[in-house]
């Protein structure tokens, strides 16, 4: 996924700010790392470049 859809992206089960942390990235494309609500303190990972956004 493209870093920028970070700033688009909320957390699905709060609707609050997801902080990105990046492990591995090509291009500017996210290959894995994961996503951290600051409100509700849910994670989300990227897998192969896909976020898995799905309610917890
Ligand atoms: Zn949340």
């Excluded at 870093?3 to 699905?12: A, G, R, S, T, Y």
């Excluded at 997801?18 to 849910?42: H, R």
């Amino acid at each position: 996924m493209k870093k920028d859809l970070v700033n688009i992206l909320c957390c699905p089960t709060c609707k609050g700010d997801l902080k990105l942390k990046v492990e591995k990235e090509e291009n500017g494309e996210i290959i894995t790392g994961s996503f951290t609500c600051e409100k509700c303190k849910c994670t989300y990972s990227i897998e192969d470049g896909i976020p898995d956004l799905l309610p917890k």
